[in-house]
């Protein structure tokens, strides 16, 4: 595996007097699915945002791909290669698969288009289908698929991804996490994910981190963590 892609030293970050993030130290090489777990609250979605630039870190260093991301606004941050797929996906509602799609694709080259296009329905044959539909017609896994489809369509060199088992049927979590693993083999993306479906999540993960009250208290391998018994009674066990 080559060297780190992005790597976050001592991070800091706050909403007014809420300390979310306390000195976070996590790194991701290229061709990694690093996983995040943690509860509701530990700061999880917090780290990614503050990667994407909002909010802004109050103490720390973030630098992907040797670049500092620090002060840099959102929509620079895009252009730099990172993709995020936000928890509760927001997809355009009202607009069509296609144009979904498209939006996504306003950062890539334009000579990639049918390529790219080509490879999300290789991925989801269901967004072929339904690609002249509306996107709020879908049904949740469906925009899941449409909001990773939509990220790979900038062709990013990393994928956040918030909870992409939120609120979805075991089927289609299983067929989510396969597409995310498949990705990784197949394609060498680099994937930062959280998740509170914490067995599939470090089941594919190489390297995992625990956060607890915006720190990383635990971290190993997938495998070490799934084996760890504190991992175990606090996010498995019990559901
Ligand atoms: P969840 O799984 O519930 O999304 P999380 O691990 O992603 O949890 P965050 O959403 O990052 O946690 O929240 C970390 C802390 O920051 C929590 O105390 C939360 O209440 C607080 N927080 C998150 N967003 C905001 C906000 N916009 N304004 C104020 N406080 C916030």
Known sequence: MAGPLLQLSDLHA????????????????EGEIVTLIGANGAGKSTLLMTICGNPQPSQGQILFQDRS???????????????????????????TVLENLQLGATLADPAHFAEDLATCYALFPILETRQAQRA??????????LAISRALMSRPRMLLLDEPSLGL?????????QVIEQLNRERGMTILLVEQNAYHALKLAHRAYVLA???VVLTGSGRELLANEQVRAAYLEGG
């Open 14 to 29: 706050s909403y007014g007097p809420v300390h979310a993030l306390r000195g976070v130290n996590v790194t991701v090489n």
């Open 69 to 95: 991301l620090v002060g840099m606004p959102p929509h620079l941050i895009a252009t730099q290669g990172i993709a995020q797929v936000p928890e509760g996906r927001r997809i355009f509602p009202r607009m």
């Open 136 to 145: 709020g017609t879908l049904s949740g896994g469906e925009q899941q698929m």
């Open 169 to 177: 049927a075991p089927l289609i979590i299983r067929q989510i996490f």
């Open 213 to 215: 009250s915006g720190e």
